[in-house]
């Protein structure tokens, strides 16, 4: 069962080598995404590894994006708000690391069969699209 895991976030990041190549690959595969403010949540409702499940495809307003992936984005959003309106932190994006370049956070939905995700540091900067909303 896919365990609904923030697989990599921040910027669309770059993991080690031998892992990478696994995770590079599995993460085009992800052909699909939903975008609440700057986060976006990429998914698959295709293919065997990394596809959500049955159960968690539940799309109760029908606009076609899964609940539990529009739920994923707006727990990020309220997230982002506690740090920044409420306890008056900065946004990591308007940070000296990143100066405000990046506009967005790409997270990836998918399946890991042991421990709880990836995520990583230094951002990659990507001009292409490779998912459709």
Known sequence: MLRPLIGCLVLNLAA???AADDWNRRKTKLDRFHQQDEFRVFYTLSGVQD???PGSRR???GDGTPDL???VAAQLVAARRVFTEVLGLRHPLQSPRYGGKPKVVNVNL???DEGNGTTYD???WKAAQRARP
């Open 16 to 18: 080690a080598a031998g």
């Open 51 to 53: 596809a959500l499940p």
């Open 59 to 61: 799309d109760a307003d």
């Open 69 to 71: 992936v529009q739920d």
């Open 110 to 112: 998918m399946d890991f």
């Open 122 to 124: 230094e951002p990659i």
